[in-house]
C-alpha cells in the first residue's frame, strides 16, 4: 500500500503561482511513476502531468505545458507540482497519484491521495 498526502492548495489570483506537495509513505520502496490530475466542478478528472521514478522524464498536458513543472525526491519521498502564470481556468482540486507505468490515463494509477483545492480569481 501507498499513501499520498497532497498540500499547497489555496486561493490565488490569476497570474499568480503556487507549489502543490505530495507526501509519499508505505510501500515507498516500490518505485512507482507518480502523476498530477485535477478535476474541476463538473467535469472529469483530467491528466495533468507525469515523472518517472527516476525524475529523468516528465510529460505534461498541452494545458499546461511551459507553466507547470512536476518534480520528485525520492529520498524525501515527496513530488512537486509547480505551477505559474495561473487562470481561472486551472480551478480545481489537484490529486497526486503513483501509477504503473509512466501514462496520462487515469486507470494506469492504483494509489490516489485525497486532493487539494486551487482556485484562482479573476
Known amino acids: 500500500q501507498v499513501q499520498l498526502v497532497e498540500s499547497g492548495g489555496g486561493l490565488v489570483q490569476a497570474g499568480g503561482s503556487l507549489r502543490l506537495s505530495c507526501a509519499v509513505s508505505?510501500?515507498?520502496?516500490?518505485?512507482?511513476?507518480m502523476g498530477w490530475f485535477r478535476q474541476a466542478s463538473g467535469k472529469e478528472r483530467e491528466f495533468v502531468a507525469v515523472?518517472?521514478?527516476?525524475?529523468?522524464?516528465?510529460d505534461y498536458a498541452d494545458s499546461v505545458k511551459g507553466r507547470f513543472t512536476i518534480s520528485r525526491d525520492n529520498v524525501q519521498n515527496a513530488v512537486w507540482l509547480q505551477m505559474h502564470s495561473l487562470t481561472p481556468e486551472d480551478t480545481a482540486v489537484y490529486y497526486c497519484?503513483?501509477?504503473?507505468?509512466?501514462?496520462?490515463?487515469?486507470?494506469?494509477?492504483?494509489?490516489w491521495g485525497q486532493g487539494t483545492q486551487v482556485t484562482v480569481s479573476s
Open positions: 515523472i518517472n521514478w527516476s525524475g529523468g522524464n516528465t
Open positions: 497519484a503513483a501509477g504503473r507505468t509512466f501514462a496520462k490515463e487515469r486507470g494506469n494509477y492504483d494509489y
Open positions: 508505505g510501500r515507498t520502496r516500490s518505485i512507482y511513476p
